[in-house]
Nanobody, 124 residues
Framework: QSQLVESGGGLVQPGGSLRLSCSAS????????IGWFRQAPGKEREGVSC????????YYSDSVKGRFTVSRDNAKKTVYLQMNSLKPEDTAVYYC?????????????????WGQGTQVTVSL
């Protein structure tokens, strides 16, 4: 059973927006950096964004910089990924992951817990 649960995926037209959420059933996310990754069909999983536990360090891949925004609400134990100006190439399964070292790196080897993913499809 995954420690993390993603939600908010769906079908959206190019130029549209979605907000993904990542919540934990057993983990206390206050202590973890949270990363967002995605995997498109036939491609390797890639890092998209991360946010550290104190919310004072955020990082974005070049492919989403200026369009995606990561945030967290520790009171709600939830991390969000706001995705604007979506493009067809953003189509993928999106995963959130938790890193106890709080390093906020987009290297999946750093992450200890993963969700099962949510599908995002950008298409007319």
């Amino acid at each position: 059973q995954s420690q993390l649960v993603e939600s908010g995926g769906g079908l959206v037209q190019p130029g549209g927006s979605l907000r993904l959420s990542c919540s934990a059933s057993k983990l206390n996310l206050d202590y973890y950096a949270i990363g967002w990754f995605r995997q498109a069909p036939g491609k390797e999983r890639e890092g998209v964004s991360c946010i550290n536990s104190r919310d004072d360090d955020r990082y974005y891949s070049d492919s989403v910089k200026g369009r995606f925004t990561v945030s967290r609400d520790n009171a709600k134990k939830t991390v969000y990924l706001q995705m604007n100006s979506l493009k067809p190439e953003d189509t993928a399964v999106y995963y959130c992951a938790a890193d106890i070292t709080n390093s906020c790196l987009l290297d999946e080897r750093e992450y200890d817990y993963w969700g099962q993913g949510t599908q995002v499809t950008v298409s007319l």
